[in-house]
């Protein structure tokens, strides 16, 4: 497990701990802490859900006969027909699906 996973593990489950605790104290004293129980758990299940998320890149390496701006040319295209735009991501170009809203958009 990465070490970035690793942290939003540790963080999902002091979250669900201290939601626990927090319900606790909503029995004993105030719906103050029954409100804030329900944020830590929330918050908890979302980290969890970060921790065991896979990455969503894909990279592959060709070696093509053709010239780079001739394959260039012809990837651009495909890609934004398929409604990827291009960006940049740690110095390399990398292609993505435009997402709005939780809905994909065609670009």
Do not use: H, P
Request: proline share 0%.
């Amino acid at each position: 497990m990465k070490k970035n996973n690793m942290l939003w593990l540790v963080s999902g489950i002091l979250l669900i701990v201290l939601s626990v605790y927090s319900f606790i104290l909503s029995v004993l004293s105030t719906n103050f802490w029954g409100t804030l129980s329900g944020a830590f758990f929330v918050l908890g299940i979302i980290s969890l859900l970060e921790a065991f998320s896979k990455e969503r890149r894909y990279a592959q390496n060709l070696k093509l006969s053709k010239l780079e701006n001739e394959i260039s040319e012809i990837l651009e295209n495909f890609m934004k027909e398929k409604g990827f735009i291009q960006k940049n991501y740690k110095g390399k170009k990398v292609w993505q699906k435009e997402v709005v809203f939780g809905l994909i958009r065609n670009v």
